[in-house]
Nanobody, 129 residues
Framework: VQLQASGGGLVQAGGSLRLSCVAS????????LAWFRQAPGKEREFVAA????????YYADSVKGRFTISRDNAKNIVDLQMNSLKPEDTAVYYC???????????????????????WGQGTLVTVSS
């Protein structure tokens, strides 16, 4: 499985960015995809996640109402639309894939970075005040 993230950049507070994660190497019907982020000096934290079927989506409280996760099954892309960006959103953003059906429930495990099986490289988002 390969995950390729893109779309990061520099934006002013209040602006928007759209991150994309292209997934390849597997049929992803049995996967969930997520975005995590890591700010300097901080641990990697959960941002948003979606089942490949689209049946479930979850968001961190800090981004609810501002960020939207979506997927394009035909193109194997998971996007993160980020609106009303704040300086505290500045971080390296990573996409990750979770294999469904293994022990444990993704609907319980989705925010736990240690449960994800594959990771892409990060893309840097910088929000200036």
């Amino acid at each position: 499985v390969q995950l390729q993230a893109s779309g990061g950049g520099l934006v002013q507070a209040g602006g928007s960015l759209r991150l994309s994660c292209v997934a390849s190497g597997r049929t992803f019907s049995n996967y969930a995809l997520a975005w995590f982020r890591q700010a300097p000096g901080k641990e990697r934290e959960f941002v948003a996640a979606i089942r490949w079927s689209g049946a479930s989506r979850y968001y961190a409280d800090s981004v609810k109402g501002r960020f939207t996760i979506s997927r394009d099954n035909a193109k194997n892309i998971v996007d993160l639309q980020m609106n009303s960006l704040k300086p505290e959103d500045t971080a390296v953003y990573y996409c990750a894939a979770y294999v469904l059906g293994k022990e444990g429930s993704w609907d319980s495990n989705y925010p736990n970075r240690d449960e994800y099986d594959y990771w892409g490289q990060g893309t840097l988002v910088t929000v200036s005040s």
